[in-house]
DNA sequence: AGTAATCTCTGGATCGATACAGAATCTGAA
DNA sequence: TTCAGATTCTGTATCGATCCAGAGATTACT
């Protein structure tokens, strides 16, 4: 059994209280008093105060939870996530505050559970679909949190760190508009919940299950709507995953059919690389007689290598501002809402639409 | 004041433990008081026990610790440690445990201290220098800890996943030797503590500060040294970190001067990145006159698409098992030691070497 | 009916520290 | 010499739960 603090004060001969201040309040007792106490403890081999039940009593834990709703390992999957646990742990350095990712059980339950049961001072919760069971159950044991997308029920209070996923999404649809692409197809990952891999048919872009997923379809829907395509000339993909090969597999049907898009606009890089894959794999005539062009969204590094086409947000500042404004809140309410710029990346994934 | 376990007890009338029960031994009561223990709970806005009075009372917290003992958003920068990251987290998930990612300072002092405040109930140490103050401050807690690497006074019991760092450079190196190379250059990152980026004057391999450094060195040396060239023939190239950036500044004068080297070994796959940009920032002129091969080390997602010949070492597989070594600990002790196996992977980067 | 076995629930002890008010000792100035 | 003020240390209450031995109430069995 590891000695406790009774156990050095004791052998030193004083109180607890005083083995206590002489790891964590030093300007409470004398340095040679303390020099004693720390041999002693030295001598027993007492780690230090147990930090459990130092938080206990503090009340606090020193660290943050990371919340992703989706499978954990997705976090180290997805290079976009990546670089926003860059930022985090960047920001939770500077503070001293530990990282604490938690693992969410499918069950929702469970889930719920999980995000009660978690020992941290507040969560960055990483949105990437439906998270307000999450903010509900971290809402009801008082802890803060922020998201990195606005939540619809966003009061004044409410921080996040987010971008304007419309507008983002339109300026790199604009871009492909503007070279005169008419037939083209939007590819997202899980646009509705439990769909096949390929061609979906949508009524519209509000069917789409997760805020982000709409929010870029929208702006894709808004910048064709402008040149005069209508919502259902354009064909809508679905993706099983986010995954280069989970693109890829949903092209490829419309890439063996007669008349391809001429453009394919995706939801995310990794999804855009895998589509650029499957192009990579036609055989050379049809690549030559059908050109398509491919952007992303996101600017992960291996898009500026494969010359993609696509529109950058600063993944590590989000992670960064996110803990920030969780470890260190603002005065102002408003300063802890967030909208980051994100900037249209030109490179060779995209050409003028050939003529029809 | 959020409400306690006894408030739900008063609440409803009856004990603590009961309540507690409620939570977390279903089968202690009945279902309708359960049920009605919890209506109240809800009621009262009591978001579950306590997570960190839950554990100090049980004696276990629920997440182990994950250590990098350099900067912690270094984890999330280098691609391998990525993948080692995703490795862990899969196991955690399976065993539902959190991973608590901790900051550690640069004072020796304070690191020890951030790794005796951490709340866990054990460590996988990811290792990349010296980290034995780490393992003497686990040990010190009578925590369990899982290493990435065989430690010195490695006894029977101490768990660990690794590969055998020579054997593997050994075996590129043999390839590039095979292939005729003799004037050739090794690249590692911080070889010495504080040497500055580019050439660097060695009296032998055990003068490199990390140990795995050392051991790749002493693959790449072995092969050399059986096909005649031995050590003071070659040369040794500092890098100032592991990145592309520091991988690439490092060569750079070398590849200036009059007799390049015909052939680059570089002990990660980015440092190799690094040489392929410097190449490939090279006249065109001199670029023919002066080929140059390049390999690398782990076979990070990059190295594929960049054509780097390289050895592979299963990241997310050393993570995965380090993680599961660590809490689901195998009875034999042997079991506890794996040596994964690694593999050439010959791509582009290695050409036959051109007559002198 | 009598007794054993089972099911529910209770209460005090405990996990390992920190907070805080106050006691004891020491300083220095009048 | 005396007394206010600073310094150093103590002791009790407390953080919020879980553990465990055992009390009552029920059920089961012969």
Same mark, same amino acid.
């Given at each position: ?13 004083? %109180?607890? %209280? !005083?083995?206590?201040?002489? &790891? ?11 020099? @004693?106490?720390?041999?002693?403890? +030295? ?10 039940? +130092? #938080? ?8 943050i939870?990371v919340? /992703?709703?989706?499978?954990?390992? &997705? ?12 930022g985090v742990s960047r920001a939770a350095?500077r503070h001293?505050t530990?990282l ?12 719920? $559970? ?8 507040? /969560?960055c ?21 922020v998201?990195?997308?606005? $939540?619809?029920? %966003? ?8 971008? *304007? ?8 649809? *604009? =871009?492909?508009?503007?070279?005169? =692409? @008419? ?13 096949? #891999? ?11 299950? =997760?805020?982000?997923? +709409? ?6 829907? *808004? ?11 354009? !064909? ?7 995954? +280069? ?13 007669? #008349? ?16 650029? *894959? ?11 007689? =059908?050109?398509?062009?491919? !952007?992303? /969204? ?6 500026? !290598? ?6 950058? $947000? ?5 992670g960064r501002l996110a803990a920030e404004l969780l470890l ?8 802890? $809402? ?19």
């Amino acid at each position: 059994m590891k000695p406790t603090l009774q156990a050095v004060a004791d052998a030193v001969g004083v %109180s607890r %209280s !005083t083995v206590s201040n002489a &790891y964590s309040r030093p300007d409470q007792l004398s340095p040679a008093l303390r020099a @004693r106490i720390l041999e002693a403890a +030295r001598g027993l081999g007492y780690p230090g105060p147990n930090p459990t039940a +130092r #938080s206990l009593r503090r009340g606090y834990v020193g660290a943050i939870g990371v919340l /992703f709703t989706s499978q954990l390992s &997705y976090a180290f999957t997805d290079p976009f996530a990546v670089r926003f646990l860059a930022g985090v742990s960047r920001a939770a350095e500077r503070h001293d505050t530990s990282l604490l990712l938690i693992p969410v059980p499918t069950d929702l339950n469970q889930a719920r $559970q999980a995000v009660e049961n978690a020992a941290v001072d507040g /969560f960055c919760v990483y949105c990437a679909g439906d998270e307000s069971w999450a903010l509900d159950a971290i809402g009801g044991r008082g802890l803060p949190y922020v998201t990195t997308a606005m $939540q619809s029920d %966003s009061g004044p209070a409410q921080r996040y760190v987010a971008i *304007d996923e419309r507008a983002a999404a339109r300026s790199v649809a *604009d =871009h492909v508009a503007g070279l005169g =692409h @008419r037939r083209v197809a939007f590819l997202g990952d899980t646009i509705v919940p439990g769909a096949p #891999s390929g061609p979906l048919r949508l009524a519209g872009v509000d069917e789409a299950g =997760h805020p982000t997923t +709409r929010g870029r379809l929208s702006g894709f829907r *808004d910048a064709f709507a402008a040149v005069g395509v209508d919502w259902p000339a354009v !064909t809508v993909l679905n993706a099983a995953g986010n995954s +280069r090969a989970a693109g890829a597999e949903a092209v490829r049907p419309l890439l063996a059919g007669g #008349s391809p898009p001429t453009a394919v606009l995706a939801c995310s890089d990794v999804l855009a690389l895998g589509v650029l *894959d499957a192009l990579a794999a036609r055989d050379p005539a049809t690549a030559t007689r =059908h050109p398509v062009s491919v !952007t992303g /969204f996101d600017d992960i590094a291996e898009a500026a !290598t494969a010359g993609l086409t696509t529109v950058r $947000q600063p993944g590590e500042e989000k992670g960064r501002l996110a803990a920030e404004l969780l470890l260190d809140p603002p005065a102002e309410p408003a300063a802890g $809402q967030v909208l980051l710029d994100t900037e249209l990346i030109v490179r060779t994934s995209v050409r003028t639409a050939p003529r029809s």
